[in-house]
């Protein structure tokens, strides 16, 4: 009978599922496309976001998903097993080893150095196959702007990575390292140079001679962990995290665009470093090749919003600090840098790499906004807050400072409209005295909270307050002498010794905060003083031997704003710009930065500064 129910014959549609959880990663169930189950995963990838491709409770083992480094690493394994077999088999019994060896280099060099085209379908084979790729790979390049890292060894007749690698010899003349297989897994984390094999000489005596290295492990990934070594070392949360470019590198393979800069970042760091002009120059051939494609993406709606942008543009800034290319160079980048943090939102600052390049970084954001010299959108609660809320990381004593100095610049805006409307006598005096009025209520509210801040977060710091402690001029470090505003005497003053480096930077940041302000403090009373600013300026300088002998890497970087606003603090020509000048020499010897091979002019917070001008 039509409408009877039929209770002996249960409806399959309404059977209850078995209660499991959806293997798809989380960005992929909110955008209701296919996952594979890869983290990152290929649709995070594709769309610019790897390190948001988050698997959440994961209940078993066989749901686990595969890590791209997992492959990456079984890859490399295979490989190392390969090359074993193909040398303890000269008699030719390995061929199907040496087909299979060359199959899996030529997949690391497309991977490298391919278009994104071309590394989507290879990362595809990879995942298909799940153990391998079984057929025939993509053939490797040339590709755009790869050209000087190809070619073939006519020694064996097979592609390999050619790069020119020179050492240091004894006598520090250099002389060229020829086919370096690096078989030995336990020289990851070994010197270069040691590692690189003399070979006979070349017959033609070319200083432009090359040496060719086993794909086995990439010349440029040696390049890349220097460069992340020196950028981005491994050091406790007490120095200030540092972890953001190690990071950027790790998702390196998945983006062309990060893959290219990163190559071309860390190349010219290591020749400018073992100062080979070659290697160097190899550096600078990629260089254009990064900017065309950092400007296709940030004229792509989405792909400007991408952590592959934000990446390219940070390793672009370290690309300047290193060689100085022109004095518009860093400016340029740190303001790109903003504008593109603008642009993409808060939001886009809670997780992943993304989070960690605002955040360790967000000293420099925050030096560029106060060069512009106009209101920044960083002084807004939402960049105080959104980016921490979802507890990636907490902030620090530096961040609370930097919450402060996000101000700064809407009152030096205010002092320059209040100076203009003096000089062409547009306003009237009731007017001129209100907006007087208001300029100095604001720099006395925010003088009081920087005061506050130091008795809550200085004075109170766990570790305790910096020491004071007599120069001795330990490892060739100048001494710092200093005037006596009183009687003009001239003698060396203490230097100062923190529990930590993150206190030392952040103290440098506060002297130098202090000091922009001040140079807008006309209040008739408790403005900040002569003998004070000068005093600002000093403990920057008292720092400078602690922080620079105890950074590891380049973390020295750090201080490269601070630098340039005490240098504008002390008259020309007398002991501490003279000390300052050895200083940023001595830096630029030591650690191959051309940024502070000068008095960093590109970083002055005056109106006419190369920061606050558009080229």
């Not at 020179?166 to 010197?191: C, H, I, K, M």
């Not at 106009?374 to 979802?390: G, N, V």
Request: charged share 25%; glycine share 6%; proline share 6%.
């Amino acid at each position: 009978m039509v409408g009877e129910l039929r209770p002996s014959a249960p409806d399959s549609r309404v059977r209850k599922a078995p209660n499991r959880q959806s293997r798809s990663c989380k960005v992929c169930r909110i955008r209701k496309v296919k996952c594979d189950r890869v983290k990152p995963c290929h649709a995070c990838c594709a769309h610019g976001y790897p390190s948001k491709c988050v698997y959440e409770n994961i209940p078993d083992e066989e749901a686990r998903p595969i890590t791209q480094a997992e492959e990456i690493r079984n890859l490399r394994a295979e490989i190392r097993e390969l090359r074993t077999k193909v040398d303890e088999r000269r008699d030719g019994s390995g061929d199907q080893e040496l087909e299979r060896l060359d199959q899996l280099e030529g997949l690391f060099e497309s991977i490298r150095s391919a278009p994104s085209s071309v590394v989507d379908q290879l990362v595809r084979e990879i995942r298909s196959a799940h153990g391998g790729v079984k057929r025939s790979l993509v053939k490797v390049g040339p590709w755009e702007g790869h050209e000087a890292y190809e070619g073939y060894d006519y020694t064996g007749g097979s592609r390999r990575s050619v790069i020119p690698i020179r050492r240091s010899t004894r006598d520090s003349s250099w002389e060229v390292n020829f086919n370096d297989p690096l078989q030995n897994e336990d020289d990851e984390n070994g010197e270069l140079e040691e590692r690189m094999s003399l070979s006979s000489g070349s017959e033609s005596g070319s200083s432009g001679t090359i040496s060719v290295m086993s794909m086995q492990r990439p010349a440029v990934d040696i390049f890349v962990e220097r460069f992340v070594d020196a950028f981005s070392p491994e050091v406790d949360i007490k120095s200030g995290r540092a972890g953001a470019l190690r990071a950027a590198a790790e998702i390196r393979m998945f983006s062309p665009l990060i893959s290219d800069a990163f190559e071309a970042v860390s190349v010219a760091f290591f020749g400018r470093s073992v100062q080979n002009k070659e290697i160097e120059a190899s550096g600078f051939r990629l260089y254009p090749r990064v900017l065309r494609g950092l400007q296709d993406a940030l004229i792509d709606p989405e792909r400007s919003k991408s952590e592959a942008t934000l990446v390219t543009v940070t390793l672009l800034l370290a690309f300047e600090s290193v060689e100085r290319t022109t004095h518009s160079g860093v400016p340029a980048h740190v303001r790109g840098a903003v504008r593109l943090i603008e642009h993409r939102g808060p939001e886009n600052h809670m997780y992943g790499v993304e989070h960690l390049l605002f955040t360790e970084l967000r000293p420099y954001w925050i030096g560029g906004a106060m060069a512009t010299r106009q209101p920044s959108f960083l002084a807004r609660e939402e960049w105080k807050t959104i980016p921490w809320s979802a507890g990636t990381t907490t902030k620090d004593i530096l961040h609370h400072l930097l919450d402060l100095a996000a101000e700064v610049p809407a009152l030096l805006a205010q002092s320059d409209q209040f100076q203009e409307a003096q000089e062409s006598s547009v306003m009237g005096a009731q007017e001129m005295t209100v907006k007087q009025a208001a300029l100095w209520n604001g720099i006395t509210d925010l003088t009081g909270r920087f005061y506050q801040w130091h008795r809550d977060w200085v004075e109170c710091y766990p570790d305790g307050p910096p020491q004071e402690a007599e120069q001795k001029g330990d490892q060739g470090f100048p001494i710092f002498r200093r005037r006596d505003l009183r009687t003009g005497a001239v003698y060396a003053a203490t230097k100062l010794i923190y529990p930590n480096l993150l206190l030392a930077q952040t103290m440098c940041v506060y002297y130098a905060v202090r000091l922009i302000l001040s140079s807008i403090d006309t209040r008739p009373v408790d403005r900040v003083s002569l003998l004070e600013k000068y005093e600002l300026g000093c403990g920057i300088c008292r720092t400078y031997e602690f922080y620079i002998l105890t950074a590891p890497g380049n973390m020295i970087n750090r201080l490269a704003f601070p630098t340039r606003v005490a240098w504008e603090a002390f008259p020309d020509g007398g002991p501490e710009r003279a000390f300052m000048a050895e200083v940023l020499s001595l830096v630029e010897r030591r650690h191959s930065l051309g940024l502070w091979g000068g008095n960093m002019s590109e970083l002055s917070t005056h109106k006419d500064s190369p920061l606050n001008s558009d080229p």
